[in-house]
């Protein structure tokens, strides 16, 4: 554990094996499928989540579907920058995350009312409130960080 988040062993490329370096879990080819390593590369890690490289082990091992060799290396679960409504912004609450319903692409904090890495009804803990949220809509919104709780 690590800030209270569950470590993961995966592998990535050798180009991206460095401390920090954050990812995104997407589908991943049908090659994988027949690979032996599968089980450690890509079923620990949930699609749509993103991950953030914490350890880098000596271990590397070589991927056809790349042609190149992976690294083994520890990740964990990336906090997430977004809004919630002003009402639940509350530094160390938990809270059940609900995207803000927003189509304005235009709009400055599009990203922030649409994350990657967090789903409708993930259990999160507030760590940071970073300040008010401007809203095309007239909306109160408050910009967050978010851990993820995977354990409730």
Request: proline residues 2%; contains cysteine.
């Amino acid at each position: 554990m690590i800030n209270g988040k569950t470590v993961i062993v995966t592998m990535i490329s050798k180009s991206n094996a460095k401390l920090g370096y954050k990812f995104i879990r997407h589908g991943y080819p049908e090659e994988c499928l027949k690979c032996s390593l599968k089980h450690i590369c890509v079923d620990r890690l949930e699609e749509g989540r993103i991950y953030q490289v914490v350890n880098i082990r000596k271990n590397e091992h070589y991927c056809k579907l790349i042609n190149d060799k992976v690294k083994v290396v520890e990740v964990i679960e990336s906090n997430v920058t977004c809004t919630v409504p002003t009402k639940i912004a509350f530094e160390g609450s938990i809270i059940t995350y609900n995207r803000v319903k927003c189509d304005e692409a235009k709009c400055i904090n599009f990203m922030e009312c649409n994350p990657i890495g967090l789903k409708n009804g993930d259990k999160c803990k507030l760590i940071k409130k970073l300040g008010k949220a401007s809203c095309i809509k007239g909306k109160s919104l408050t910009t967050v960080i978010l851990s993820r709780l995977s354990n409730l």
